[in-house]
Structure formats: structure tokens, C-alpha cells
């Protein structure tokens, strides 16, 4: 044990000073003049700035630049850290009024550079770096037009300096999405400069490797997380139109990956219109990004009934949706939740049953809370979620023991559907395997439920319960007879029936991100044997 203790200390001992090295030396002369370009040229390339517009939030009202405190705005040091990336990514300059100051934006951007023409640990960061050069090159009518030459000269050397940065760092970043916002600022660089190839083919190349590295054989993201699909989606589509605004060749690869990630957003939003709250999910309403891709001409469409791990049957009044999939590797598995075979049932594009979402903010106690199977449409056992996880150097957590499934059959007919799965999330500890199938009748509109816990072992005696939530604000209430529980959706009457141990509880929704409110489920509970249980339920519409 003292030995393990003291091989622990060298080794992180090795590991902080070899760090604090690198940082040194990444603030030293020496690496300053590495990254520093030899060749100045122009902008040559202006993108158009509304090729953005799926990623930048507008407020109606445009902001002025003379609003703005010009000769203090990079002295503030009290910023809070989500305030001085926002601030230091300027990305702020989309919203600005074209009508702003040319002077007075270029005069800002001036004060940036004098402040951080060198490394900074904390203004160059990989995404702040990569987002600040997208918004400076995307903005030029404001930030480089009309420019003096001693001027565009430091705007160009510092564009060309922070890309050779970022570069050497990209690799190393913890975060697949700020890669792709690294590889997206380096490709736009590569378009935008007249000596653009070695840029341009360097993006390329590590874009390749992120794609390779983070997507499955269906062009699916690894991590399962559907916010995740729709943000490359977008960073996809982003340099595609970068490429064909410039006149450039268009890879293969990149059409590729875009039909492939098109075919999960048609999959997991277009059909339904619904943000389904499974493994990092929360709402966002992607209404404006369909309008974004129709306009540039993209049309996605996907009738399958299973991909990237989740099974959809739809008609046109119902839907059922269930997580079938095995957890993702750990490295990917950040913003993963302990949900499997949790499930999520629309009627006439409302939510009867749901998730209750996840809280993002990896520094929030919520965000481990929300990663619990308690927060999901599916079983607890002994108070213990399906997955375990660890909390890493960087406050998130990932799986330290994950689950595989074991069986999956998913029908789909006219007046039948059935999904049917188990998971060996508990194996390991209880000896119990879940075993869930889930029927629909659509002529009779009625949901039916068998959960099999089944035993491999001897051991009893523990709790279990099965939750169904419910998005806030739907009523529901017990039958005199404590027999069944009536759903009010919306003026929907709906019937939940079982022969086990049901009752009404609270809880907390986290499907607006890092918010939460009350709602309420609905709980199955009892005690496990040693024999196979399984515990029948059904949802009728009155």
C-alpha cells in the first residue's frame, strides 16, 4: 500500500512538472517566434457572415459598438469565467449593427491584440482561439475593411500566429467539440489567405482524424449524444458552404459525413419535431436550424426505426422512443446518462411520458444528479443507477463501469409495434439482468409493459423501482380505488394501470439546460426475489 501510495506521488509529481515545463515554455521567446509568421499576406477571402447563423444566437435588437466601453472593456478582471470566454471569443460581433463604427470595432480588436500577441493560457485557449478567429475573418466588413496597413498587418499576424498555435494544440484538447471548432478555424484560414494550402490541407487532414476517431460505422457520434450530432452537423454544413462560397474543392468526405449526420437529425428531430431527452439531450428546438438548411438547400430524410442506439416507431399521431443501446467508451462518455432502456412516448406532438433531462454545467452537483437512472423512464435497483461513474481532473464525470445490451427486436407494423431489449447493468453487482419489452396497439391507442427482473443469483431482498416521469405541468391523480392513475395531457385523458405497488411522486426536470423545476412521476416499487419477476403495466387513452 505505501509502495502504491509512493509510485502514485512520483507519477503525479512527474506529470505536474512536466506540465508546468511545457507551460513555460510555451510562454518563452523561443515558442513566440516559432508560431510567429515569416510571410504576411492579406485576407483574400471574405466569408459571409450569416453562413453562422445556425450557431449564433441573435437578440432582435442589434447592439452598437459605441455601447460599448472602448478603452476599458479589456481591463475588467472581475469577469465571471462564462463572461470573459463570451467576451474573449467575440462572437459578440454577429450581433453588432453593421452600421457600428469600423474605427471604433477595429480599435477594440487593436487593444486584443497589444494585450495577447503573445500566449495566454487563458484568451488562447482552443475554443476561445478558434471562435475568436472565425468571428474576426466572418466580420470582416467591420473588423478588417478600411483598415490602415500597420493595422491589417497585426490583424493578419495575429490571425496566422494563433492558427500555428492551435494547430500544435489541437490534438491534445479534451473536448471533440472544440476540435471541430479548432478544425473549422484552421480550414477557414486555409480559405481565406492566398498561401492557404498548408492550412487548408492541415484542417482537412484533422478533420479526417476527428471523424474517424468520434464517429461510428453509421456516421453516428460515439458518445450517443444527440446535441453532439446536430452540433457537427452544423459545423459540417458550416465548411462546406466556406468551401463552396470560395469557389474550393469540396472533399468527399465532408458530403459524406453531412448525408450520414442529416440522416441522424432527420432520425432523432425532423420526424418528430421533439427533443428527446436521452444521454446529454436537452430542448433545444432546432426550428431555426430547419430553416437555415432549407434555404441553402439541404434536405434530409431518414423512415428507419433504429440508429445510433435509439429505436423510433412513429405514425402520425404516436411515437415511442427507446434508449437500446450499450453505453458509449469512457472517452466518450463525458455527458453520458445511466438511461438504458429508459423510454419516451409522444401523443399528438406532446410529451405523455419522458426523461427528465440533464443539467450540463459539469460544476453543478445537479449535472450528477441528472446523469442518475432515477432521472429516467426505467428501472432503479437497490437506489443504484445501471452505469457508474468517476469524476476526471477536469470536473466531469465518465463511466468507470459501463453496460452492454444483451438482446434488442424492435417490430414495427401497422397495428403493432413492439420494442423489446435487456441490459446487464446490474449483472455484475445484483446478478439481475433488465429485461424490458414495450407493445403498442395503435387501433385500441394502448401502451403495454412487461419489466423482467431476472435473477442469476440468490440474492433478494432488494428495492426496486420503475419510474415514469412526466413533463411539468401535466395533472394526474389516483383512482379512489387506488387502482389506476388518470393523465391529464392537455385535454388527453390517458389511464395507467398496474397490479404492482404504484403511487404519485415528485421530482426534479432538467429539460431547459442547467435549469430545473418540479414534475412529477409515476413509481412502481417492490422487492426483488430469487426468482424472475416480471412487473406488468399498461397506458390506455380514455
Request: hydrophobic share 35%; glycine share 6%.
Amino acid at each position: 500500500m505505501i509502495f502504491n501510495n509512493l509510485l502514485n506521488f512520483i507519477n503525479n509529481t512527474y506529470i505536474f512538472s512536466k506540465k508546468k515545463i511545457y507551460y513555460l515554455y510555451l510562454e518563452s521567446n523561443i515558442y513566440n517566434k516559432k508560431i510567429t509568421p515569416s510571410i504576411i499576406s492579406s485576407l483574400d477571402y471574405r466569408p459571409s457572415p450569416n453562413l453562422l447563423n445556425s450557431l449564433i444566437k441573435y437578440d432582435k435588437k442589434k447592439i452598437n459598438i459605441e455601447n460599448y466601453s472602448l478603452n476599458k472593456i479589456w481591463d475588467n478582471k472581475k469577469l465571471k469565467e462564462k463572461d470573459y470566454k463570451s467576451l474573449n471569443s467575440f462572437f459578440w460581433l454577429f450581433g453588432l449593427d453593421l452600421r457600428s463604427s469600423k474605427t471604433d470595432t477595429q480599435n477594440i480588436i487593436l487593444q486584443w491584440i497589444n494585450k495577447n500577441h503573445r500566449y495566454n493560457s487563458k484568451s488562447w485557449e482552443v475554443d476561445i482561439m478558434a471562435k475568436r478567429i472565425i468571428a474576426w475573418t466572418s466580420n470582416s466588413r467591420l473588423t478588417y475593411e478600411d483598415g490602415s496597413n500597420d493595422y491589417k498587418n497585426k490583424f493578419n499576424t495575429i490571425i496566422k500566429k494563433q492558427i500555428n498555435h492551435l494547430i500544435n494544440e489541437i490534438e491534445g484538447s479534451e473536448w471533440a467539440d472544440d476540435k471541430i471548432i479548432g478544425c473549422a478555424a484552421i480550414i477557414l484560414t486555409g480559405i481565406s489567405y492566398k498561401d492557404k494550402n498548408h492550412y487548408l490541407k492541415t484542417g482537412l487532414n484533422l478533420l479526417r482524424k476527428l471523424v474517424k476517431f468520434s464517429f461510428d460505422n453509421d456516421g453516428f457520434p460515439k458518445s450517443r449524444n444527440i446535441r453532439q450530432l446536430c452540433f457537427y452537423l452544423k459545423y459540417f454544413i458550416l465548411i462546406r458552404e466556406w468551401l463552396k462560397e470560395s469557389q474550393g474543392e469540396i472533399p468527399d468526405f465532408i458530403n459524406e459525413n453531412i448525408y450520414y449526420l442529416g440522416q441522424g437529425y432527420a432520425f432523432t428531430w425532423q420526424n418528430n419535431k421533439k427533443d428527446f431527452l436521452f444521454n446529454g439531450n436537452h430542448e433545444i428546438n432546432n426550428i431555426n436550424f430547419d430553416h437555415y438548411l432549407k434555404k441553402l438547400g439541404y434536405n434530409f430524410k431518414n423512415h428507419g426505426n433504429e440508429l445510433g442506439g435509439y429505436a423510433i416507431l412513429n405514425n402520425k399521431k404516436n411515437s415511442l422512443i427507446m434508449d437500446v443501446g450499450s453505453s458509449p467508451d469512457k472517452k466518450f462518455s463525458s455527458n453520458y446518462q445511466a438511461g438504458a432502456l429508459s423510454f419516451e412516448i409522444i401523443s399528438n406532438g406532446k410529451k405523455l411520458i419522458c426523461n427528465s433531462g440533464y443539467f450540463q454545467n459539469h460544476n453543478h452537483q445537479l449535472n450528477e444528479i441528472s446523469k442518475s437512472s432515477a432521472i429516467h423512464s426505467t428501472l432503479i435497483l437497490d437506489d443504484s443507477s445501471s452505469c457508474k461513474f468517476n469524476k476526471t481532473k477536469n470536473k466531469s464525470s465518465e463511466i468507470s463501469h459501463g453496460l452492454r445490451i444483451l438482446k434488442k427486436h424492435i417490430v414495427f407494423e401497422k397495428n403493432y409495434w413492439k420494442i423489446n431489449a435487456a441490459h446487464d447493468g446490474y449483472l455484475k453487482q445484483y446478478g439481475i439482468i433488465f429485461d424490458r419489452e414495450i407493445e403498442f396497439y395503435p387501433e385500441q391507442i394502448k401502451f403495454v409493459g412487461n419489466d423482467k427482473i431476472v435473477s442469476k443469483n440468490d440474492i433478494k431482498n432488494l428495492k426496486f423501482e420503475i419510474r415514469f416521469h412526466l413533463v411539468p405541468g401535466i395533472k394526474i391523480m389516483k383512482t379512489q380505488d387506488n387502482k389506476s392513475i388518470l393523465i391529464d395531457l392537455d385535454g388527453e385523458g390517458w389511464k395507467f394501470n398496474s397490479n404492482n405497488n404504484m403511487n404519485i411522486d415528485n421530482g426534479l426536470y432538467f429539460g431547459k439546460k442547467d435549469s430545473f423545476v418540479d414534475n412529477q412521476n409515476i413509481v412502481i416499487s417492490g422487492m426483488t426475489n430469487d426468482e424472475n419477476q416480471t412487473i406488468k403495466w399498461e397506458i390506455t387513452k380514455l
